[in-house]
Nanobody, 120 residues
Framework: QVQLVESGGGLVQPGGSLRLSCAAS????????MGWYRQAPGKQRELVAT???????NYADGVKGRFSISRDNAKNTVYLQMNSLKPEDTAVYYC??????????????WGQGTQVTVSS
């Protein structure tokens, strides 16, 4: 089994910054994609940003230029640097990772979520 543990959420004022981290642990052969998603109250979960094993990134239009995703493959960790935060960024942020436990066994796992609240 793969466990994803997120950290770094909290309360921040509009215009502020936060950095989220997500570490994957378990008997992992390889990790392909890692990413961040968010879910605001009453809304569906949506993609924020993803990063492939080769470093290729993808961002939701609403966060381009403000958020930056990165990963440390040696630590099986993905980060999300969030700058110029807006009240509409308030949500529970979830980490996701997919890859292989063994040659024959894929995985696709989610973290428990971390709350980000942007408010004055």
């Amino acid at each position: 089994q793969v466990q994803l543990v997120e950290s770094g959420g909290g309360l921040v004022q509009p215009g502020g910054s936060l950095r989220l981290s997500c570490a994957a642990s378990g008997s992992i052969l390889s990790i392909y994609g890692m990413g961040w998603y968010r879910q605001a109250p009453g809304k569906q979960r949506e993609l924020v940003a993803t990063i492939a094993s080769d470093g290729a990134t993808n961002y939701a239009d609403g966060v381009k230029g403000r958020f930056s995703i990165s990963r440390d493959n040696a630590k099986n960790t993905v980060y999300l640097q969030m700058n110029s935060l807006k009240p509409e960024d308030t949500a529970v942020y979830y980490c996701n990772a997919d890859g292989q436990l063994t040659y024959y066994t894929p995985f696709d796992s989610w973290g428990q979520g971390t709350q980000v609240t942007v408010s004055s």
